[in-house]
């Protein structure tokens, strides 16, 4: 792909390509939802945390399980936040 763009546009660098190449792939991923994978928080679930610090790669969560079983969905925010967000 570099080499192709390089031919139309031989003044961008090889950085500026990959750059756009990633971020036309990042949303090309989200709009047709094609990456699917799963992840586990590392080191666990904590008891009464709301929110984890998830990779950025990751752009929507259909699912959470808990204890292999699926957690219900909210409707909005909890009413309770975590005690390190307050």
């Known amino acids: ?5 390089k031919e139309q ?3 961008v660098s090889d950085q500026r390509i990959i750059q756009l190449l990633n971020r036309a792939n990042r ?3 989200i709009q047709s939802r094609v990456s699917n994978s799963s992840y586990v928080v590392s080191g666990g679930t904590v008891k ?3 929110y984890y610090t998830l990779p950025t790669a ?3 969560i259909e699912d959470v399980y808990i204890n ?3 957690a219900d969905r909210l409707a909005g ?3 309770k936040e975590d005690e390190d967000l307050t």
């Open 1 to 5: 792909m570099i080499e192709v763009i």
């Open 9 to 11: 546009h031989p003044e």
């Open 27 to 29: 949303e090309f991923s």
């Open 48 to 50: 009464n945390q709301t």
């Open 58 to 60: 990751i752009t929507t």
């Open 68 to 70: 292999k079983e699926c």
């Open 77 to 79: 925010k909890p009413k």
